[in-house]
């Protein structure tokens, strides 16, 4: 299992476990993103020493390489100074360094290949990281409009129950019943006080205070002789003093025939 699978398997197996036990949704996201940064990190670790021992078989092959050439100088030299002897051994030497330049060589191409795919896969890791972190971001903004609606539409359903409106209503009715108390209370208490035969008292005093200005007035207009012998007095002036009115109006009748007879 190679290390990208081994990280997606630890992340998987951490992820399920926060999902099956979250109560927070956003706090569950907030801890697989900051799980997810520290995979990363080790990641990032990792294919560091891989590219550190990329790094150094390339250097050890360079070094093979280079020593062979040595020898090889080294072979010229003994060949000009008519020393084979010496041009064979350093050939030998110039041979092995060489093989062992290929081999590291090899090794350091398959390397380089691998450390590449680690790259190109931190890279991807990388990016879903971030994806995931603008993901946390629109989920949590989903779950917290959610969790408005929610209580959006609890608040609306007790609202829409009728045990909602009868209490309302109920209350009303205490109401209503408790002025209804109040104003036969106060009824009572004007009955048995005297306070309600003053009052029908004063209402009577009124009334006859009236009729005495329609009588008065009445009496005034006959003197400027404004009413004719025969007239009749308004019937909205005669109200509870009815009988001053026809005393008056007789007087009036009676003294007409004598100035007649004057005349």
Same mark, same amino acid.
């Given at each position: 299992?190679?290390?990208?699978?081994?990280?997606?398997?630890?992340?998987?197996?951490? +992820?399920?476990?926060? +999902?099956?036990?979250?109560?927070?949704?956003?706090?569950?996201?907030?801890?697989?993103?900051?799980?997810?940064?520290?995979?990363?990190?080790?990641?990032?670790?990792?294919?560091?020493?891989? +590219?550190?021992?990329?790094?150094?078989?390339?250097?050890?092959?360079?070094?093979?390489?280079?020593?062979?050439?040595?020898?090889?100088?080294?072979?010229?030299?003994?060949?000009?100074? !008519?020393?084979?002897?010496?041009?064979?051994?350093?050939?030998?030497?110039?041979?092995?360094?060489?093989?062992?330049?290929?081999?590291?060589?090899?090794?350091?191409?398959?390397?380089?290949?691998?450390?590449?795919?680690?790259?190109?896969?931190?890279?991807?890791?990388?990016?879903?990281?971030?994806?995931?972190?603008?993901?946390?971001?629109?989920?949590?903004?989903?779950?917290?409009?959610?969790?408005?609606?929610?209580? +959006?539409?609890?608040?609306?359903?007790?609202?829409?129950?009728?045990?909602?409106?009868?209490?309302?209503?109920?209350?009303?009715?205490?109401?209503?019943?408790?002025?209804?108390?109040?104003?036969?209370?106060?009824?009572?208490?004007?009955?048995?006080?005297?306070?309600?035969?003053?009052?029908?008292?004063?209402?009577?005093?009124? !009334?006859?205070? !009236?009729?005495?200005?329609?009588?008065?007035?009445?009496?005034?207009?006959?003197?400027?002789?404004?009413?004719?012998?025969?007239?009749?007095?308004?019937?909205?002036?005669?109200?509870?003093?009815?009988?001053?009115?026809?005393?008056?109006?007789?007087?009036?009748?009676?003294?007409?025939?004598?100035?007649?007879?004057?005349?």
């Amino acid at each position: 299992m190679g290390l990208f699978d081994r990280l997606s398997t630890l992340l998987k197996s951490n +992820i399920n476990d926060l +999902i099956s036990s979250a109560e927070n949704p956003e706090k569950m996201l907030n801890q697989i993103i900051v799980d997810m940064r520290s995979q990363l990190v080790k990641a990032k670790q990792q294919v560091a020493t891989a +590219i550190a021992d990329e790094k150094r078989l390339h250097d050890q092959a360079d070094t093979e390489f280079r020593q062979a050439e040595d020898w090889e100088k080294r072979a010229v030299l003994a060949v000009r100074e !008519s020393r084979d002897d010496l041009a064979k051994q350093a050939l030998v030497r110039q041979s092995e360094h060489l093989q062992h330049g290929q081999v590291l060589q090899q090794t350091w191409e398959s390397h380089r290949l691998e450390t590449e795919k680690l790259k190109n896969s931190l890279r991807d890791l990388n990016d879903k990281i971030e994806e995931a972190k603008r993901k946390k971001n629109l989920l949590i903004a989903r779950q917290r409009r959610a969790q408005a609606q929610k209580r +959006i539409a609890e608040t609306m359903s007790a609202l829409s129950e009728k045990s909602a409106f009868e209490a309302f209503a109920r209350m009303e009715e205490r109401i209503e019943q408790s002025e209804r108390q109040i104003k036969a209370s106060t009824e009572i208490d004007e009955e048995f006080s005297g306070d309600r035969l003053a009052k029908d008292f004063k209402q009577l005093e009124v !009334s006859a205070g !009236s009729a005495n200005a329609d009588s008065q007035l009445l009496a005034l207009k006959q003197k400027m002789g404004m009413l004719g012998a025969g007239a009749a007095p308004d019937n909205r002036q005669l109200g509870a003093g009815g009988a001053a009115h026809e005393e008056i109006v007789h007087d009036a009748e009676v003294e007409a025939p004598d100035d007649k007879k004057s005349a």
